[in-house]
């Protein structure tokens, strides 16, 4: 068996709308689908082992990159209308998917233009720049608080 790619990320947030402000207006993501489905009609809806507790129902937004030569998985974005959402986001150091990462052009420029849209960095500035003065990633939260990477890709060999 030999898996051919990642299709999708999923992420469970408490204000749909507020991740879609982030993701899609902020981010530049285009929303492709965005209906609420009755959980009845969802496979393993019923069981412990998929959801902490049972739903009526769920809201999901389906956002992509809109670049067709660079085919990237989608990101899902699930809520569910009328119920609160428990956990708490994660740390770099502790089990599990701990964040997202994008790749943009000029990461500096980048973080420069998500301050003044009001996007909270994890950390300052100061913490992601080098001794010559160059940012190569930063670290922001979603409205979740769940971490969010920028950088300028690999680094060259």
């Known amino acids: 068996m030999k898996a051919r790619g990642v299709s999708h990320i999923a992420i469970c947030v408490a204000d749909l709308d507020k991740s879609l ?9 285009t929303v492709k689908l965005h209906t609420t489905q009755e959980m009845e009609r969802r496979p393993g809806a019923e069981s412990a082992e998929m959801y902490q507790c049972p739903r009526k129902a769920r809201t999901v937004a389906n956002i992509y990159f809109d670049d067709p030569a660079s ?37 500096k420029a980048h973080a420069e233009e998500l301050i003044a849209k009001g996007v909270p960095l994890a950390g ?21 608080g769940i971490l969010v990477q920028f950088d300028e890709g690999p680094p060259a060999n």
């Open 21 to 29: 402000e982030f993701y899609r207006d902020i981010l530049g993501l």
């Open 71 to 107: 085919p990237q998985p989608f990101l899902v974005l699930t809520s569910h209308p009328g119920d609160e959402v428990g956990g708490e986001p994660i740390k770099l150091d502790q089990k599990g998917i701990s964040h997202l990462s994008f790749e943009v052009e000029n990461v």
């Open 124 to 144: 300052t500035m100061e913490d992601f720049t080098s001794a010559s003065g160059n940012v190569r990633t930063i670290f922001v939260y979603d409205p979740d």
